[in-house]
């Protein structure tokens, strides 16, 4: 598995402790930055991470800025991403079983580091168990053409 990763200034920081948790279980990562927390616009840190998964190139994606609530309305309107926005363990596990999430945005203003790695870890390690979540995740590709 190959992991998108991307914040803006307000979380940056996670952002790092998050990579140290890919390496640490050889993990791959692309970190689309930035670099350090000099402020930036989370739209822009968003598109690579949305823009890779829907490509192929990553499989999937995690976004944190302050609140992780700017990331994800910027994921989700990329066609393809079905990013979800989790501040807890039970809905890391279960947007995975049945929402197929493929980004997890995070607020790194909102909860502490160690439910952050817990999270993390939780989402990297659950599957989508596909049967009657599938005809779902259709209808929810069938919205981003709707004109309705
Ligand atoms: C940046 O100050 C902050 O607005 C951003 O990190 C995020 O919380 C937006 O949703």
Redesign the pocket.
């Known amino acids: 598995m190959k992991i998108a990763i991307a914040s ?4 940056f920081q996670y952002k790092e402790k998050i990579i140290e948790l890919l390496q640490s279980q050889n993990i791959e990562y692309v970190d689309f930055g930035p670099p350090d927390e000099t402020s930036v616009d ?1 739209p822009d840190y968003a598109k690579p991470v949305a823009k890779s998964v829907v490509n192929g190139e990553c499989d999937r994606g995690i976004l944190i ?7 994800s309305i910027a994921a989700n309107k990329v066609p393809g991403i079905r990013c979800a926005l989790v501040h807890d363990v039970f809905t890391a596990q279960v947007t995975r079983e049945h929402n197929n999430s493929n980004i997890l945005a995070m ?1 790194q ?1 909102v909860i502490g580091e160690g439910l952050m790695l817990l999270i993390v870890q939780t989402w990297l390690d659950a599957e989508f168990e596909g049967g009657r979540h599938q005809k779902r995740i259709d209808k929810l590709a069938a919205l981003e053409s709707c004109n309705e």
């Open positions: 803006d200034h307000g979380g989370y800025c302050g609140t992780g609530i700017g990331m607020g203003r």
